[in-house]
């Protein structure tokens, strides 16, 4: 009984560490300007509109007394941070993917000299900082001309997710039933069978590849912030950042960080159930 209560209390408290931030935000994009120039703000809106979401698309506002909430000035940068934030999350899910999954196989499944060092080669990079790397790609993509392009932040994404995604699905593979030699007598090839066989079997695992890949990707921002911010290969959350200088927009900048939470929370919900299949384990043993 005393585990069962135990186990409420940190449910409950992982509740409150997830929704509460998500719920301030959606409470300050619908605040009107008066209530915003207040303080404290109100727990609850009392007159919830939703301009904040319009200016930040760049369109006026008319509240129910007639009031004109104008469009913010960093409309564009919106705009053009989302379409490139998708782009981006895109492409790097896809190159991920085609990267990782034939990687995973060949160290899951087979036996080669160097394997175990290669494993560990690949926790390092899962280990390793991002900031830690961040002078030598600035440095380097200056001089290769890939500063402030969306080819060099895919580019320095997949730093990010091929390692990660690939350890993740390591494991995954290791865990699915040796159908390969049953596949060899009925005539596959290795890679027939892979493609065929093995794959399909592994959608679930594939799919939660995905999802981190994604997630990983859209909200990437130290290396954006570097290579590519004010470029116009701006991505969504150092496009938000701007709502921080110059002419603050508390309003503006919650229903921006409302719409980031959308894609990514879309693509966690359309493959959820794939995510309560995935059973993973050590892939080094």
């Known amino acids: 009984m005393r585990r069962n209560r135990y186990l409420a209390i940190a449910v409950v408290l992982a509740l409150l560490w997830s929704l ?19 303080y404290p703000w109100p727990l609850f809106p009392r007159a919830p509109n939703v301009a904040s979401f ?5 369109y006026d506002y008319f509240l129910s007394d007639g ?39 060949v160290f899951a499944r087979l036996e080669f000299r160097f394997k175990s060092v290669l494993l560990f080669a690949i926790l390092l990079s899962v280990a390793l900082p991002p ?35 690939a350890w993740m699905l390591i494991g995954y593979f290791r865990n699915l039933p040796p159908i390969e030699r049953l596949a060899r007598m009925d005539g596959y ?12 079997l592994a959608k679930s695992g594939i799919a939660v590849a995905a999802v981190i890949a994604f997630l990983f990707a859209w909200n990437e921002y130290t290396y954006a912030l570097v290579l ?13 950042s701007g709502f921080l200088f110059q002419d603050p927009q508390p309003a503006n900048l919650a229903a921006s960080v409302v719409v980031t939470i959308i894609p990514p929370a879309l693509v966690a919900y359309f493959l ?14």
């Open 67 to 105: 009031t004109r909430v104008p469009a913010s000035g960093q409309a564009n940068q919106i705009i053009r941070g989302l379409y490139d934030s998708i782009f981006v999350s895109v492409v790097v899910t896809v190159l991920t993917l085609l990267a990782v999954l034939p990687l995973a196989y």
């Open 54 to 58: 319009w200016n930040i698309f760049g």
């Open 20 to 38: 509460v931030p998500i719920y301030w935000f959606c409470r300050m994009a619908l605040l009107t300007p008066l209530e915003i120039q207040q």
């Open 131 to 165: 900031v830690s790397t961040l002078i030598p790609f600035y440095a380097m993509y200056i001089r290769l001309g890939l500063s402030g392009t969306l080819t060099g932040l895919v580019i320095v994404d997949l730093t990010i997710t091929v390692p990660f995604v």
């Open 228 to 240: 590519v911010n004010g470029s116009t290969a701006n991505t969504l959350p150092t496009a938000i």
């Open 189 to 200: 090839g290795r890679l027939a069978a892979f493609v065929q066989l093995v794959i399909p």
């Open 272 to 285: 959820q159930r794939h995510v309560g299949e995935m059973n993973l384990v050590d892939p080094v043993r």
